[in-house]
């Protein structure tokens, strides 16, 4: 679920402001054991290899959005602000030169950016070499939550008001405003956001309605057998009824159906999403560092 966006003077102008956690949530944990290894470099390749993938097709036959590939990822542009203008996946594979560090400089730079940069902390140690020497800043933490799927995991009944259904290409439109509503907690989100929102591409699209009326969406990519699950918004008015939890449920019987074996979501620790990605079965992988440089 995604809380509401808040104004700070602190906040890169190149990001959004991060979402302040809630009141505590406490609730059993799940005995279940880790179905994988948080040493598993292999894995964490496999993950931001998903996620660099994504990248580049949230920029296929848009004009707004440019993609590079680098470092055996993809830096992302979709407009300086935009929550979707970052590097992915950099550094796992191998070494990054100092070379590769200017290329991908230029690249943000060059289009009015902040060189933003999500780090694997499994990333080859010439990634940190060089942002320490760049003098990157921290701007934000994000938890990689990992579930092995399974034909046996079942989704919890809905409830009789709840119903999710998938959204055609024809109301696109629609759902990005659902999406940033929840986001923002606006009703009528800025121009800009929804321009930026409407010229990517998201995979699968989802809505969730309470009594007939839009409550809440998110969405799925795919991609080698990993399903990533992004784009969880709510409404304000209908949050705390089980509406995201339901969204992950429904999203992860689907992808088993498509034939994916591993499940994927970043997440803000410690916020609503996180609290209910655990309690759908996910568990941390790792923490993402968010690096940022800025150039003025």
């Known amino acids: ?36 290894s948080t040493a598993d470099l ?7 290899a998903a ?36 590097a992915l996946g950099i550094g796992v594979n191998g070494p990054m030169t100092a070379h590769d560090f200017d290329v991908l400089e230029r690249f943000f730079h060059s289009r009015g950016s902040d060189c933003l940069i999500d780090l694997c902390p499994l990333a080859d140690p010439t990634v940190l070499e060089q942002i320490t020497k760049r003098n990157y800043r921290i701007v934000e933490f994000n938890n990689l939550m990992l579930k092995r799927l399974s034909p046996e995991d079942l989704a919890d009944p809905l409830p009789t008001e709840l119903a999710i259904e998938e959204v055609e290409p024809n109301a696109y439109a629609d759902w990005c405003r659902l999406i940033l509503r929840g986001f923002t907690g606006l009703d009528h989100p800025p121009d800009e956001m929804l321009s930026m929102f409407e010229g990517q591409s998201f995979g ?34 209908y949050r705390n009824r089980g509406i995201q939890r339901a969204l992950i449920q429904h999203r992860l019987m689907l992808a088993e159906s498509q034939g994916a074996d591993l499940a994927m979501a970043c997440v803000i620790p410690g916020s609503a999403s996180h609290r209910n990605y655990e309690k759908c079965g996910f568990h941390l992988f790792y923490m993402r560092v968010n690096v940022a440089r800025s150039f003025s």
């Open 204 to 237: 699968q699209l989802f809505r969730a309605t309470w009594l007939g009326q839009p409550a809440g969406g998110a969405s799925m990519s795919i991609q080698n057998g990993v399903a990533t699950l992004h784009g969880d918004s709510t409404l304000i008015s």
């Open 51 to 86: 996620e660099a993938a994504n990248g580049r097709s949230f920029g296929a036959g848009s004009s707004l959005v440019e993609t590079l590939e680098i470092g055996g990822g993809t830096a992302v542009f979709a407009g300086p602000g935009s929550p979707m203008t970052h």
């Open 1 to 36: 679920m995604a809380e509401p966006l808040q104004p700070s003077p602190s906040s890169s102008p190149n990001r959004f402001p991060i979402p302040r956690r809630g009141p505590a949530d406490v609730y059993p944990q799940s005995a279940m054991p880790l179905s994988f």
């Open 42 to 48: 292999a894995l964490a390749r496999r993950c931001e």
